[in-house]
């Protein structure tokens, strides 16, 4: 258990369907990210807030839509997904601190939503 | 264009073998790399490294950075069934919140 949860763990939804993906951490982190990964390629950023505000979207497409209520938890709103959206969905946190001359930087991830989309 | 680079994408090793896994990065105002296993789902953090030169240690496992190389080797020595996994290292550079920029990982299968 990393202190990041994440609910469901697997979704099968239908194109037409609107569903949304939490994720919960339980480790005072500032920033928290929702990670979207397909087979053979690297991990997709696809949102990050910090202190609750979004910083960086990287073009998402409009049918995923992230929330962020606290600090702690963080939503990934579906609605209208296309067969291609099907992947596995990881949320992480993040902090820094600042230990022995040198900035670090603590990053954990939740155990991933599976999505199939049908 | 911030980048990172794993090898080899896949090895396949006999248990006792001693392994190592290779990332290169190319990220703007670099502060970390970190190295993470995934096994089924969520990857599970292994080591965060900032400082060049200094070794970090966990059981079987080591790593390093090297800053001037722009590069990072995970060890694994004495492989164990267990250590197959995919092996993902990400490269952070502080904008608010961080941005992590990840490899597409080195899929390890250690066989009996």
């Known amino acids: 258990e990393t202190g990041v949860t994440q609910t469901p763990r697997h979704l099968v939804m239908g194109m037409t369907n609107k569903k949304s993906l939490k994720c919960e951490q339980h480790l005072g982190h500032n920033a928290m990210y929702w990670y979207k990964q397909s087979a053979k390629k690297p991990l997709e950023l696809m949102f990050v807030y910090s202190l609750e505000e979004r910083v960086e979207n990287n073009s998402v497409p409009s049918r995923f839509s992230p929330e962020c209520p606290n600090s702690s938890h963080l939503f990934l709103h579906l609605h209208t997904l296309q067969p291609e959206d099907s992947a596995l969905y990881l949320c992480a946190s993040s902090q820094d601190y600042y230990t022995g001359g040198f900035w670090n930087t603590e990053a954990f991830f939740g155990q991933g939503t599976r999505l199939t989309v049908v | 264009e911030d980048k990172v680079v794993q090898s080899p994408l896949s090895l396949v090793v006999h248990e006792g073998d001693t392994v190592t896994l290779n990332c290169s990065y190319e990220v703007t105002n670099f502060r970390s790399l970190l190295w993470y296993k995934q096994e089924k789902k969520a990857p599970t953090f292994l080591f965060m490294l900032?400082?060049?030169?200094i070794e970090k240690k966990s059981g079987r496992l080591s790593s390093i950075l090297d800053k001037k190389e722009l590069s990072s080797i995970l060890n694994i020595t004495a492989t164990q069934t267990g250590d197959s996994a995919i092996y993902l290292c990400?490269?952070?550079?502080?904008?608010?919140?961080?941005?992590?920029?990840f490899g597409t990982g080195t899929s390890l299968t250690v066989i009996p």
């Open positions: 900032t400082s060049s030169g």
């Open positions: 990400a490269a952070s550079r502080p904008v608010t919140g961080n941005q992590f920029y």
